[in-house]
């Protein structure tokens, strides 16, 4: 059975700057990343859910919302992905 989990990564530079969010995938003990294209910032993510948390101005709570839509859409075509995949097994 395969899992899946959204993850941060935040920036590797010294000032603050947007992570970047993707997905692990973990099947039979392998480890696989896809990667998206959405960046948050540090403050933005919430660690014990593992989502994002909408903060900031009005324009930032737009775009955050847009991001969240479009992860909750990710999520939902990679499950239906993992069982497709296991019921042709």
Known sequence: MATFKLKFRP???QNKKEGTLYFQVIHRR???TIYT???VMPEEWDER????RITGSHERQAELQLIA???RWDSKQITKFITSIQTSS
């Open 11 to 13: 920036s590797t530079a």
């Open 30 to 32: 392998s480890k696989r």
């Open 37 to 39: 294209d959405y960046r």
């Open 49 to 52: 859910t593992s989502f994002i």
């Open 69 to 71: 839509s479009k992860l």
